[in-house]
């Protein structure tokens, strides 16, 4: 099983950016990053297919860029204009199908640990 590694979270103020980045043991055909805000569901936040396909929530379009670096098996988020609702335990996932919707791999083989990532008003 894919293995995943997280990094980059922590506290940023309102309107400023942040990138996270993930590196897994082995390339996938989907890889995406999820959130979970307390008390609510895990959510779909952007995906890339191994063509380099991408898909984004609507709650994010615009702020958000994912990308990966497949030389490195790195997938990185750039977060701008961050807003105190993308507070939020943050995920890394990895998919063995090439399909993507609404900024999630349609089917998840592997997570990893999260990162949490805290934005003030």
């Known amino acids: 099983q894919v293995q995943l590694l997280e990094s980059g979270g922590g506290s940023v103020q309102a309107g400023g950016s942040l990138r996270l980045s993930c590196t897994a043991s082995?390339?996938?055909?989907?890889m995406a990053w999820y959130r979970q805000a307390a008390g609510k569901e895990r959510e779909g936040v952007a995906a890339?297919?191994?063509?380099?396909?991408?898909s984004y929530a609507d709650s994010v379009k615009g702020r958000v860029t994912i990308s990966k670096d497949r030389a490195q098996n790195t997938l990185t988020l750039q977060m701008n204009v961050v807003k105190p609702e993308d507070t939020a335990m943050y995920y890394c996932?990895?998919?063995?199908?090439?399909?993507?919707?609404?900024?999630?791999?349609?089917?998840?083989?592997?997570w990893g640990q999260g990162t949490m990532v805290t934005v003030s008003s």
């Open positions: 996932a990895a998919g063995p199908y090439s399909s993507v919707i609404q900024g999630r791999c349609n089917t998840v083989s592997a």
């Open positions: 082995e390339n996938t055909k989907c």
């Open positions: 890339i297919l191994s063509d380099g396909f991408t």
